[in-house]
């Protein structure tokens, strides 16, 4: 897309044929942000699921090349993960059995095991930085640097807010406890 051209502008409630209004601009803002990491999810995959790789296993990719030669410990891989997962384990597993990365023993605490990015785990990376950095690229064409920023920065307020939020245990109950059962009379 041309940086000159603006793009047909398309509202969420149009683009999900939803008849009743938002019941708020927080819940549209918020159903927005989601089918927009959608589309950004869909575009990067018709790159990497050609090679075989999914989105968590690219990311865990990039974070061992990031840590190398050194390492990390798998916990330390999850604590960086873009999107989060219980079973980082299992995640690593198959990246093992795919040729992508190794495990080895701590040389100075054998109980911790350091996995370590393999050279055709980097050559797999090498062959997807062109076409994702030129997704990177297309994605937010449309925005100038500046909005480009402003983006970065709302964004980051948000994750500090609910940061914040979890931090005082707001969020540490049942996402449902709110929910009262009033079937049970």
Known sequence: MHPDS????????????????????????RLALMRTVDDLEHRSALILQPAGITHQQYNVLRILRGAA???????AIAERMIERTPGITRLVDRLLKKGWVERQRSASDRRQVVCHITDRGLELLAQLDGPINREDDIALAMLSE????????????????????????ECAAEPNAAIVDDTSA
């Not at 603006?6 to 803002?29: C, D, H, V």
């Not at 030669?69 to 916990?75: D, F, H, R, S, V």
């Not at 500046?146 to 245990?169: T, Y």
């Open 6 to 29: 603006t793009p047909t502008l398309r509202s969420l409630k149009e683009e999900i044929r939803q008849n009743l209004p938002f019941r708020s601009p927080g819940q549209e803002a």
């Open 69 to 75: 030669p050194e390492g990390l410990p798998t916990l």
């Open 146 to 169: 500046d909005e480009q920023r402003l983006l970065i920065d709302l964004l980051a307020r948000i994750r500090s807010g609910l940061a914040d939020r979890c931090a005082k245990e």
